[in-house]
């Protein structure tokens, strides 16, 4: 006997009616230059659509930002179904995604042997007050909580990487060897389509000083890109020094204090016009022929220039080199270039800074790093010698929609089963229930049409259809169908625990 | 040649040195009475030292909260080493714990073939502005976004799960089967010790009316205790419904607008005086007789009682008797009981409520959910039957602390690469690469003593040791010790690679 003549019950369809169509254009912003390590634009594979239309909220007053949003007429006052302003839902199938990147993330830290760690997402505004300008600390999404005190909802993560650091004081044995996948978030006043909001992978070497824990951050990178198929022709890792602009800035005299301003100045090269570079920077205090020779070293792309320039003595030469060599030992010397531009955004680098790129040149950054030697003496400790990136999920999605190489990941159930006779709802539930004590996923459907079962276990790529009706029972048989060959066939109720 | 004598340099140990020790009092608030379902108190597992203590941050203005903060005098101003009041931070070992229960809540939901979903933590305040007075929207943790718009760290997930359900509108299949593990926040302003962020795992099923939806949840939930080791005799499940309380105000001629507050308020019993809720209950405008009749059904502890009470055509009575009924099918009948007193705080439930708690009874709910087919139309909405509940991690933690179920999670790693000699960083790095090519997590160790390397490789649970050395190197050798069976031997570089 067939499946579909075991059938008694046609049961009506569910459907889920609400009034307003929800399906919302996929309207994307215009495009726009990023070149910073932060969010995506719209165009990532991931909930594109979240921030392009918005249903007008009634109940709330109008905003004061600029609003694109479209003002959808509901006589029941529909509430506004998006999420907030800059930020995502994770339906199912955008999850997947997110759950198949940060599992990567995951592996590769565990392959360089790092501990996972995290911090709460609202932080002290404190942590993340600094001098130097940068855009990160101009866009916190910062306010007054209503005890009165200064919270943030943090912008990036080493910081509160630091103070964990500091807190747990003696009891840590050094080097620490610290991973975590956090939300970050900003506030940017005028956002237009811009994310407030990203996953960042950070992975952390505390109390190393040697160029070798770069090296091993690097190496996790080019691990992590490799198991996302990404090659060394798809993407590059520039890598520069802090030093060779400390070195310049002595050569001129510049005082020190000036250096974290300075870096972030020249950090925007290629962002904003070289006449705004050069003004912020002779407005910082800096004379107009360091401002030619910080310009001119930054243009070098080659280390034997850099040598020529600065002399083999100087720690900024050395350290690249020692760098480069050790790339050649790990064997991912083909995904690194210097490239003196590269200068990185933060305020408390110090030496070696790297980040990662498409050739092709069409996106920001994909994550970017470096050495902070100086960064806990600012929170009043003793410094630590360390260094970290940070590899966001906004790039790194762009990328791979570009390549081709998303992955396509679909529901996974193991068993439906499918109740046809409302009086067996017993035996049913005993079936369901221990096929999931032998960790067997399984979804139990009643009330269903026969072809809305069918449909549903292609959607979810069930292995089985197990059928549990009337006409079989009498015999003490269930119905099965393995849905990938066909075949179909009685079993006893205990055959279908048993190990196969 | 044994490993130690094949020493040839001996490096001074790193140690990571502070000014103030950060090894803080593990102080304790008072016990207090909980009986919510929300944010444990400082006696759990993980992080209990958070709120306890925390170190002064100058740079801030004095705190309008009560403060119990300990100021700690320090010449260089250190920062506030605490993360924000209420909050905690997840350092290695309290990671190992909250991964290891968030992946049983994760396998557990795929055995149940629940897919995983995401929301902002940041949400609009109007999700969850609602009459009724809770707890739960009297402690949001909300505030103005720079933009004007009210906003609010959630402090709980469904209402978020209902807002992206109709904006999928019918581009979804239902029934949908959903879950999600995230933080929840709440700002309570007189915090002694109690926290303001916990994490949730929620389980909702989507367009399902029959009471099979809430006997698939509990399963979930008894499915997840079989995993982490508790029994029934450790834990049970209150059943009621509010159809029970929905009865009585029918028989009363209580209008149904005041149901929601009535609940709310029925839910405080057992917290506070008897005579407050009376009070309560009376300001609603329920005459004496309604609430003597509410508060002598609510202490109905049998289901034949309670049929004698509201008769057998009852759909309280019918819907409980099915859910007995399935919880047989199932195999799970001895983990639940009826009792009327279950209530629940949250004012959108309307049919079968739950919660599970420790036999013993010193513990808060472990986890609590209910049936709400009203909820979206409360958003503009068609009304869609749904049902779901709220595992946090807070009770959870405590019980299995109790019970001496915690596990011992230590961190794991394949091999510790040991470079002895400095000049064979090379080899060294190519043997750490390749192992880390198939799969094996390598810790690379330079610049320290062996009996560090020892102490360590012990404390990370390494199953192998490989010494790289000049004199097995010159004969192309490396020294293996694996860490388990004391076992020294030499291998050549490519046997440590090969499949063993």
């Not at 059938?7 to 495009?31: F, G, M, Q, V």
């Not at 060897?177 to 956090?182: A, H, P, Q």
């Not at 049409?449 to 015999?475: C, D, M, P, T």
Request: charged share 30%; with cysteine; proline share 5%.
């Amino acid at each position: 006997m067939s499946i579909a003549s075991s059938i008694e019950h046609i049961i009506p369809r569910l459907y889920l009616s609400l009034k307003p169509p929800a399906s919302l254009p996929r309207a994307l912003p215009p495009p726009r230059e990023h070149r910073r390590l932060f969010f995506r634009p719209l165009s990532s594979p991931i909930a594109a659509s979240v921030d392009s239309t918005a249903i007008k909220d009634n109940a709330r007053p109008p905003s004061t930002d600029d609003d694109t949003s479209v003002s959808v007429a509901s006589e029941r006052s529909l509430v506004d179904v998006n999420p907030p302003r800059g930020t995502r839902d994770f339906p199912p199938e955008d999850m997947r995604l997110r759950n198949w990147l940060f599992n990567n993330f995951r592996e590769v830290s565990r392959l360089l042997s790092f501990e996972e760690v995290d911090f709460p997402v609202l932080e002290s505004e404190a942590l993340f007050i600094r001098k130097g300008g940068e855009e990160i600390t101009q866009q916190l999404y910062n306010f007054e909580d209503k005890g009165g005190r200064r919270v943030v909802l943090r912008p990036e993560i080493t910081p509160s990487l630091a103070r964990l650091v500091i807190k747990q004081g003696k009891s840590v044995s050094l080097p620490l060897k610290w991973f975590t996948i956090g939300q970050c978030w900003r506030y940017e006043r005028m956002t237009r389509g811009r994310r407030r909001e990203h996953y960042q992978w950070n992975m952390d070497i505390i109390g190393l000083s040697k160029v070798r824990a770069e090296a091993e951050l690097i190496h996790a990178i080019v691990l992590l890109f490799g198991r996302l198929g990404i090659t060394s022709s798809d993407v590059g890792i520039r890598i520069s020094s802090r030093k060779v602009l400390q070195a310049v800035l002595q050569l001129h005299s510049i005082p020190e204090h000036l250096f974290a301003e300075v870096c972030v100045i020249v950090d925007k090269m290629g962002k904003v016009s070289r006449d705004v570079i050069e003004n912020e920077l002779m407005t910082t205090g800096v004379s107009i022929e360091a401002v030619k020779g910080i310009i001119e070293v930054l243009s070098l792309k080659s280390l034997s220039k850099l040598e020529e320039v600065l002399g083999s003595e100087d720690e900024a030469v050395t350290d690249l080199k020692s760098l480069f060599l050790l790339a050649e030992h790990y064997g991912y010397i083909q995904w690194i270039n210097f490239d003196a531009s590269v200068v990185r955004g933060l305020a408390y680098y110090t030496g070696i800074v790297f980040e990662a790129f498409d050739r092709e040149g069409k996106l920001r950054a994909i994550c970017g790093g470096g050495r902070y030697d100086r960064l806990f003496s600012t929170f009043g400790s003793d410094d630590i010698p360390a260094c970290g990136f940070g590899f966001g999920d906004a790039v790194i999605f762009e990328l791979l929609k570009e390549k081709g190489l998303l992955p396509d990941l679909n529901r996974q159930v193991d068993d439906i089963v499918f109740l046809l006779d409302e009086e067996l709802e017993g035996p049913a539930l005993k079936i369901v229930s221990s096929l999931r004590q032998t960790g067997r996923s399984v979804d139990l459907i009643q009330d269903k049409r026969l072809k809305w079962v069918f449909k549903h276990a292609e959607r979810i790529n069930a292995e089985r259809l197990i059928l549990v009706g009337n006409s079989e029972w009498q015999r003490g048989m269930v119905r099965v169908k393995i849905l990938a060959t066909r075949d179909e066939f009685e079993v006893k109720m205990d055959e279908l625990t048993a190990p196969s």
